[in-house]
């Protein structure tokens, strides 16, 4: 489990510098084709975000620490509740962009915002998590 923590961790902490990075360089419209498959890393990132987080969320409810409001405590549920609001965002962004509704639609272009700058934060810390072993102290 510690080797594919890791892997997980490598995946989302590349997502969030490829996604950090290239939602800065696309102001300037070099290459805007890179979005589409940065929308399925997305994804995956979005899908091993929700499952990690909830399984950290889950060892330390399991372990009974979650009766009092700690660090650990506040990570583990900013985390978990930050990946599912990521998520339904992304999802309900991109399956609206692949069935191409109205691709000038405002709200979507803000909620892109919100998914493009948050996303990375919440990738790049439970990334680090996870690479570091998964081990809070």
Known sequence: MDALRRVVGAVLLLTAVLVGIYFVVDQLEILPFLWPPLNYLMAVAAALGVIFAYLRKHSLEAAGLDRIVTRRYL?????????????????????????????????RHIVWIIVDTVGPLLWGALGMHLLRGGNDD
């Open 75 to 107: 990570e583990a549920n900013i985390l978990f509740y930050g990946f599912i609001a990521i998520a339904m965002l992304f999802f309900w962004n991109w399956f609206d962009l692949l069935v191409d509704t109205d691709p000038q639609d405002t709200d």
